[in-house]
């Protein structure tokens, strides 16, 4: 769990310097975050301890998928922010267990939104992942409701919540809530991962599920009594 | 267009019909040896001089008669094989009518020069015709010797007597041959035929299906685009209008879209929304296309219904259009946000499967067409995923 009331650290990991930088730019304006770590290579990575690593997928001029999915198996945060768009490739990222994927052309607010969530175990879903997640149809995907497939198509198609509340006829928050209990859904299946365990307590936490809605995940280890 | 069912029906026909003489030409020989010269051998073994010569030829042409039948049935006596063994039955054969009794050449105790006849149609069935010609040639000349070394060339009986063992021997075989090939060639000429005929038929359905597409682009332009062009021509529609403006961007990215019809892509939906797009961008509109999901065949009517909505909302945009492309298990989705006026979609597109919003807050034209897919798709069969 981040720790609260005081700044959260952010470390930025990207073969880009000029990336590095504009992240770091972008970082600057927000209040409660201060970049602790930066690096351009894949020992980067493991290096420093931050509450929130954005990490880029190509390091080293490789892509760097198996470095991410121990990272996420030991429990670090992850925000991948990467200029692939590739569906499987997202879904795969998605699976390791990292909290967030946010491809470079969706810019700052979306990876702001998403290193937030990342820090509170809360899910967030841009609009990129959510047209991944809504054409899902490997035989793993998890089933998803009517409201939460047309929640993340029309998320992936106007890339505003408020235009899809108004176009449903619900809240703002009600259309947040959709696109959050998809992104739990995709929590529980695939490999585990600590990041994942912790999203699901905290969307128990925030009532989006039901431990009974988590019965059958891999994931979730109901709490001993 | 697929036209190599053709030839290669064409070809197995003519594969069918050589392998079918073959066995034919392979049971008469065989019956021919090893019954009728059987036969003949028994009954005559204390005449021949001697018997064992006779037997040694007959044993000689057994197997020849063996090895030449799998190598014909094999295919495999094109080459040399076949006039070696040739020779060896026509020397076998020597033997044999050396070893005849006086008197025998023509009688119920002559075999070998009718069998050498058959062997030759049999080893030579694949070989040039002279060379069974010339075989024929020599065992008529064989029985013609044998009949001369006894002296029995004397009287007119024994010529008559020699022209028609030959006619039914030599000449029966000789046409059998002929007819063999003739039917064969008859054959090649049928399935010839039969594959240019389908070569005509195909190409003429190209030509018309090649014809139909120019009419109906030929219709599109003259209905469609030729007013519009009159207009601008008589100086009825004035370029600087902005209506003008606005119908020429949709006719130009819809002659696109017409263009990128007949175009030969892995996704024509896509092709035709990029050539829209394309359009768009072309008056500095910051087209963002994302497609995500496996896209089914779909026919020239539904891309069209799909792309209908999409090209006036590309068409209006004024500075931004974003176009996503989503493939669920049920449905195809195409979404074109844009930055255009709500009176960009006329009524008549809104149809089943286009909805159109207007979002005023945010001042954005918001259109999405489906197309529901008719059989719902295997969750399974289509995925590209890997996962743990």
């Known amino acids: 769990m981040a720790p609260t009331g005081t700044a959260l650290d952010v470390g930025i990991v990207d073969d880009h310097p000029v990336v590095i930088d504009g992240v770091r730019a972008w970082l600057a304006e927000e209040p409660g975050i201060r970049v602790g770590h930066t690096g351009e290579t894949t020992a980067d990575l493991r290096a420093g301890t931050v509450d929130v690593l954005i990490a880029d997928l190509s390091l080293d001029g490789r892509l760097v998928l198996s470095d991410i999915a121990e990272l996420a198996a030991e429990g670090r945060r992850l925000v991948v922010f990467s200029q692939f768009t590739d569906e499987s490739l997202v879904l795969d990222v998605l699976n390791t267990g990292v909290n967030g994927f946010v491809t470079k052309n969706e810019g700052q607010a979306h990876l702001l939104h998403a290193v937030r969530a990342a820090a509170a175990d809360r899910p967030y879903v841009p609009p990129t992942t959510a047209g991944v997640l809504v054409s899902d149809r490997s035989p ?11 929640s993340l198509l029309w998320w992936f198609q106007s890339m505003s919540k408020a235009s899809v509340a108004r176009r449903m006829g619900v809240s703002v928050h009600t259309v947040d809530m959709y696109i959050k209990r998809a992104r739990v859904k995709y929590a529980q299946v695939g490999r585990p991962a600590p990041t994942k365990s912790d999203m699901l307590a905290r969307a128990i936490e925030d009532g989006l599920v039901t431990p009974a809605e988590l019965a059958g995940s891999a994931q979730w280890r109901p709490p001993a009594p | 267009m697929n036209r190599g069912a053709g030839p290669s029906a064409g070809e197995s026909v003519a594969v069918r019909y050589t392998r079918v003489i073959s066995v034919v030409v392979v049971l008469i020989v065989a019956v021919w040896h090893f019954g009728y010269d059987s036969l003949i051998l028994v009954r005559g073994w204390s005449r021949y001089e001697p018997a064992w010569a006779a037997l040694a030829s007959w044993l000689v042409l057994s197997a020849v008669q063996l090895v030449g039948s799998v190598l014909l049935l094999r295919g495999a ?11 060896v039955a026509l020397l076998a054969g020597v033997v ?12 119920d105790l002559s075999w070998a020069a009718n069998t050498v006849g058959w062997f030759g149609v049999l080893l030579l069935a694949q070989r040039p015709m002279r060379e069974l010609v010339a075989l024929l040639a020599c065992t008529v000349a064989l ?28 000449g029966i075989q000789l046409a059998f041959v002929l007819l063999s090939r003739e039917l064969h060639h008859a054959a090649r000429l049928t399935a010839d035929a039969a594959r240019a005929q389908a070569d005509r038929m195909a190409r003429r359905a190209a030509g018309e299906a090649l014809h139909a597409e120019r009419r109906r682009r030929y219709r599109y332009l003259r209905d469609r685009i ?16 902005e209506g003008v403006r606005r119908a020429s961007a949709i006719e130009a990215a819809r002659l696109r879209r017409l263009f990128a019809e007949t175009e030969d892509a892995d996704h024509p939906l896509l092709h035709e929304l990029r050539a829209c797009a394309d359009v768009a961008e072309r008056r500095d509109v910051d087209v963002t296309f994302v497609c995500y999901g496996e896209l089914p065949d779909l026919p020239v009517a539904v891309r069209r219904r799909l792309t209908d909505g999409p090209i006036l909302a590309l068409a209006s945009a004024r500075n931004t259009a974003r176009v996503t492309v989503v493939v669920t298990a049920g449905e195809v989705t195409v979404g074109v946000v844009a930055d255009a006026s709500a009176g960009a979609v ?43």
Do not use: M
């Open chain 1, 140 to 150: 793993v995907a998890p089933r998803l409701s009517q409201q939460e497939r047309t």
């Open chain 2, 77 to 87: 006596l094109r080459g040399p094989p076949a006039p070696l063994l040739t020779c």
């Open chain 2, 96 to 107: 044999a009518v050396a070893a005849y009794p006086r008197g025998g050449a023509i009688s």
């Open chain 2, 143 to 170: 029985t013609t010797v044998a009949l001369g070394a006894h002296g029995e060339l004397g009287t007119g009986e024994a010529w008559a007597r020699l022209i028609a063992q030959s006619y039914t021997t030599a």
């Open chain 2, 226 to 241: 030729a007013p519009l062009l009159h207009e601008l021509a008589e100086g009825r529609a004035h370029p600087g209008d």
């Open chain 2, 346 to 388: 006329p009524r008549a597109v809104r149809s089943a499967g286009t909805s159109v919003l207007f979002d005023e807050k945010e001042n954005l034209l918001w259109l999405e067409s489906r197309w529901r897919l008719p059989v719902p798709r295997s969750t399974s069969a289509s995925s590209t995923t890997t996962r743990w």
